[in-house]
């Protein structure tokens, strides 16, 4: 089955087509962050103009990249696909409808149900943040993951909104067992690095920043807190890291030692204590569950130093580590169409509609 995925629930315009679930045929994606770095963050009028701009484009562009088996360019007219008759290699349409920004959302939304109409296509509606999880079935070429994620598994998804940790028993089969209290570890990324007066966003300006020092000598002794690393339970809290740096800042430059060194060690810091208590967090629910897999997405999820931290806790532990490809952690459309193939669900498309507070809803693990 081959799904057309759509999605736009931030900055990103993506359109994707993927088989069976794992094999991506295409995937192109149109970011307007180059605008939103101007300002420091995503303004969400400026991110749904430019997605009215790039929607169309970004679809017919999937469409004529689309790799089929059999099919040969060279018979076409001028050598192309027709992009709009090229609907018969798509057997359904998968839309990501919240969480996200509205007018963002919409754009999307609006899209896939006048293709579905046209075409006379299912389309599936997608939750973006379970749609995040799904990129970890997305292997690189040839598209095979050996082994592959294994029941029961321990989902991290860590990126700029959401910060949760969930059981999953089986496709469509998730239980929440906790989430931020305040900021998501992006969040935190972000507001941390405008502190030390770094770009947007923040958690590749802040890892940029940590790999700049050139030994571990040189980095700076004052140790940020890990909140609520030893709590009872799974949830999450940054925003105590944040005001923990902003006081350490503030005192540097009152006593003139805050220069590029020192953004160099405060940026190993904060990145060494969120990965610590992500990693702490979804080890110790590994462990209580007796998963098999270990499983993190999302933006964060593409943190070389987080990777690392997991890749060795859950040797030790003997449990599979599964990481998306780095251009798989950040907001998708082969992901929209993977979850959708795997939670086969459509619903008619009058009935499609965009839902920017959606979270998880209707767990049944």
């Known amino acids: 089955m081959r799904i057309l995925g759509i999605e736009t629930s931030c900055d990103e315009t993506g359109a994707a087509i993927v088989e069976d679930g794992t094999k991506v045929l295409a995937n192109i994606v149109a970011s307007s962050q180059e605008l939103h770095i101007k300002t420091g963050g995503i303004i969400p009028e400026v991110a749904a103009r430019e ?39 798509i057997d359904a349409i998968a839309v990501t409808v919240g969480p996200g920004l509205i007018g963002s959302l919409l754009v999307g939304v609006e899209t896939a149900k006048t293709l579905a109409s046209i075409w006379g296509k299912p389309i599936i509606p997608v939750n973006h943040l379970i749609s995040h999880i799904y990129a970890n079935w997305l292997g690189p070429k040839p598209y095979t993951l050996n082994p592959k994620p294994s029941f029961p598994a321990i989902v991290l998804i860590a990126s700029g ?40 966003p923040g958690g590749p300006a802040i890892a940029a920043e940590a790999t700049k020092l050139k030994v571990k000598s040189e980095k700076l002794k004052v140790k940020l807190p890990r909140p609520m690393i030893e709590s009872d339970n799974f949830d999450f809290s940054f925003s105590g890291l944040k005001t923990a740096l902003l006081r350490e800042v503030n005192q540097l430059k009152g006593v003139q030692q805050f220069n590029n060194l020192t953004v160099q060690q405060l940026s190993s810091s904060v990145q060494e204590a969120i990965t610590d208590v992500l990693v702490e967090k979804t080890i110790r629910a590994a462990q209580k569950y007796q998963v098999k897999s270990i499983l993190i997405s999302g933006g964060v999820a593409a943190n070389d130093v987080l990777r690392e931290k997991f890749r060795v806790q859950s040797s030790e532990f003997r449990v599979n580590f599964f990481a998306p490809a780095k251009n798989l952690c950040t907001d998708n459309a082969a992901m929209v169409a993977a979850a959708a193939f795997f939670n086969y669900s459509p619903k008619p498309w009058p009935k499609i509609q965009a839902h920017p507070e959606l979270f998880f809803t209707n767990l049944r693990g």
């Open 51 to 89: 997605q009215i701009k790039c929607i169309i484009p970004v679809i017919e562009e999937a469409l004529q990249n689309l790799h089929l088996e059999g099919v040969d360019k060279r018979h076409l007219p001028g050598g192309r696909m027709d992009s709009w008759k090229v609907d018969r290699f």
């Open 161 to 200: 909104g959401h910060t949760d940790l969930l059981l999953m028993k089986g496709h469509g089969k998730l239980r929440r067992l906790g989430g931020t209290r305040d900021d998501a570890a992006g969040e935190c990324f972000d507001k941390c690095a405008r502190i030390l007066g770094l770009s947007f």
